[in-house]
């Protein structure tokens, strides 16, 4: 830990909200130097939703290593690479009747969500692209003029102009529809507003705060998009890989989306990899117009056509589903409980959270938590949501003890006088 505060930089977060130095990890729990062992509900921030170092994915990769399976190829040609294709495509899309390209942007979020904007200005010749309220789409530049964050836009340092916000569903109360709203600008020729060329959307606020936005609300957005000739991204960076109980996070509210951003836990193992799935005829790309030297990695190539095999049958989407509910309930309980927190149950599926009035509190959760061996973070504009995000494949019994560890630090922050457990 020392060297940590001594020679990396100031820009460090996570290591100041945990301080301790890891060794090593196994599905839900992870260990420190000094032994200690923590329960994970923050799961790489929705990198690791089928934990860490799952046992099959693992064998896959040191195989794969072992046999001289190619590693780095740029987008040459691989098995591993061919593999995956025809494993997203027989798994994921055909059985949902979905047709997409399949574009590999550089290996992080952002760099999918760059690729998605710079399409569709291409498809469209347009420049603007409208987002909402409290998104969160990634800290480089493009990323930066979508994302609503006041403070992360201003670390840009130049003009990020070319996004457009508008009012995410529930963001002015129950009573103002935003979609009319936003129909309103893009139909009246005195608004104000230049025809964009896409609207780019989370239907989980993972970092924003966690609003979900209701599936009637997703199928008018589509529908506003196909009316207005406006492309329709999906950033399921987060919310996607089954995080709301189905792969895709917008498959209960039936849309297709022109344009899906995927990351995160797409490797299934936490390797870097990001997938841009491309309507067929928006694929309007040159050959090498967008690059990049590591696109599509095919060590994370042979470990999420792993995670991909779980999604052949319909077992794991009904854990996520029980374990959602049982989410669902304690929180539940825990805001009638507490009410002087006035405390909202928000999320949807395994991502979800308490947002509490006090913005002070969910920090000091997050600390209490921690002092009772459970890792989760906080999210929303002022961090005022604690925010859970166990892996998709926790045990029952763990994730009921860190509801449990939950509970407890709610309590500890209202009342010091209760002391802390020695460990989970
Ligand atoms: C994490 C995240 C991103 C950015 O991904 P990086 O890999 O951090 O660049 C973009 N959109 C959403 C919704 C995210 O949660």
């Not at 710079?118 to 909402?132: E, M, P």
């Amino acid at each position: 830990m020392q060297v940590i505060n001594e020679l990396e930089s100031e820009v460090r977060s996570y290591c100041r909200c945990w301080p301790v130095t890891f060794t090593r990890a196994s599905g839900h729990t992870l260990y420190d130097s000094k032994g200690n062992e923590y329960l994970d509900f923050f799961a790489g921030a929705g990198a690791l939703n089928y934990g860490h170092n799952d046992p099959e994915m693992k064998r896959k990769l040191v195989e794969y290593l072992m046999e001289d399976g190619i590693v780095h190829s740029l987008d040459m040609a691989t098995v591993a690479k061919e593999t995956f294709l025809n494993t997203f495509n027989e798994v994921i899309l055909k059985p949902r009747q979905m047709s997409y390209k399949m574009m590999f942007p550089g290996p992080t979020g952002t760099n999918a969500v760059e690729a998605a904007l710079k399409l569709a200005r291409k498809v469209t010749g347009r420049g603007r692209v409208i987002s909402f309220t409290n998104a969160f789409h990634g800290m480089t530049l493009g990323s930066l003029s979508v994302s609503g964050n006041a403070t992360k836009r201003k670390g840009a340092g130049v003009m990020i102009g070319s996004g457009v916000p508008m009012p995410y569903d529930g963001y002015l109360g129950d009573k103002v529809d935003t979609i009319e709203y936003l129909d309103r600008f893009l139909t009246d020729s005195g608004s104000g507003m230049d025809a964009p060329a896409a609207i780019i959307t989370e239907t989980v606020q993972a970092e924003g705060g966690l609003r979900a936005a209701s599936t009637g609300w997703l199928q008018r957005l589509q529908e506003l998009c196909h009316r207005h000739g406006i492309l329709h991204i999906v950033d399921d960076i987060q919310a996607g890989c089954g995080r709301t109980g189905t792969f895709f996070s917008f498959e209960d509210a039936g849309i297709k989306p022109d344009i899906v951003c995927l990351s995160k836990s797409l490797s299934g193992f936490g390797l870097p990899l990001a997938l841009v799935l491309i309507r067929p005829e928006l694929d309007v790309w040159n050959p090498g117009e967008h690059n990049g030297t590591f696109r599509g990695h095919n060590p994370a190539f042979v470990t999420a056509t792993e995670a991909l095999r779980r999604w052949e049958t319909p077992e794991l989407a009904g854990q996520i589903e029980a374990k959602a509910a049982t989410v669902d309930t304690a929180l539940r309980a825990m805001a009638n409980e507490y009410p002087e927190l006035k405390a909202q149950v928000r999320g949807r599926g395994l991502v979800k959270g308490l947002a509490l009035r006090n913005p002070k509190i969910a920090p000091k959760v997050r600390e209490a938590a921690f002092e009772r061996n459970l890792i989760l973070e906080t999210s929303g504009p002022r961090g005022e949501v604690v925010k859970l995000l166990p892996p998709l494949t926790i045990d029952p019994d763990a994730l009921e003890r860190g509801l449990e560890i939950i509970e407890e630090s709610l309590l500890a922050v209202l009342d010091s006088r209760v002391p802390a457990r020695a460990s989970a």
